[in-house]
Nanobody, 125 residues
Framework: VQLQASGGGLVQAGGSLRLSCAASGRTFSQYTMAWFRQAPGKEREFVAAIRWSSQHTRYRDSVKGRFTISRDGAKNTVSLQMNSLKPDDTAVYYC???????????????????WGQGTLVTVSS
C-alpha cells in the first residue's frame, strides 16, 4: 500500500484546512484508514479513523465536532476536513492504512502497517 498525503499549510486559529491521502496498491474493502499527528516534542497521537467498507468513523475527543474524516471509493482517497482549527492542532499529520483492525484498536498506531509521508499543519494564534 502506498499513501500520499497532501493539503497541509499555515492557517489562522478558527480557520479550516482539508487534508487528502491518495491510496494505491490494494483494494481497500478490508482496510481501516486513519489520520495521526505528531506535534514537536510530543508523541504521535490518533486523530480519526474510518472503516473503508462501512464508513464507520471514530475520533479523538479533542477534534469531535471540528474534524470530519471521509473516503472516496472511486478516487481511493481519504480526506480530513478540519474546521475551527486551534494552535494545539499544529502538527505533522500522517495518513495510515491497516487491514483487519478491530474497532477498539483503531486508535493504536501499531495496528497500521502503511504510512504516508506526513503533511505539516501550522495554526497561528
Amino acid at each position: 500500500v502506498q499513501l500520499q498525503a497532501s493539503g497541509g499549510g499555515l492557517v489562522q486559529a478558527g480557520g479550516s484546512l482539508r487534508l487528502s491521502c491518495a491510496a494505491s496498491g490494494r483494494t481497500f474493502s478490508q482496510y481501516t484508514m486513519a489520520w495521526f499527528r505528531q506535534a514537536p516534542g510530543k508523541e504521535r497521537e490518533f486523530v480519526a479513523a474510518i472503516r473503508w467498507s462501512s464508513q464507520h468513523t471514530r475520533y479523538r475527543d479533542s477534534v469531535k465536532g471540528r474534524f470530519t474524516i471521509s473516503r472516496d471509493g472511486a478516487k481511493n482517497t481519504v480526506s480530513l476536513q478540519m474546521n475551527s482549527l486551534k494552535p494545539d492542532d499544529t502538527a505533522v499529520y500522517y495518513c495510515a492504512a491497516g487491514r483487519g483492525i478491530i474497532m477498539s484498536a483503531q486508535d493504536m498506531g501499531t495496528q497500521y502497517d502503511s504510512w504516508g509521508q506526513g503533511t505539516l499543519v501550522t495554526v497561528s494564534s
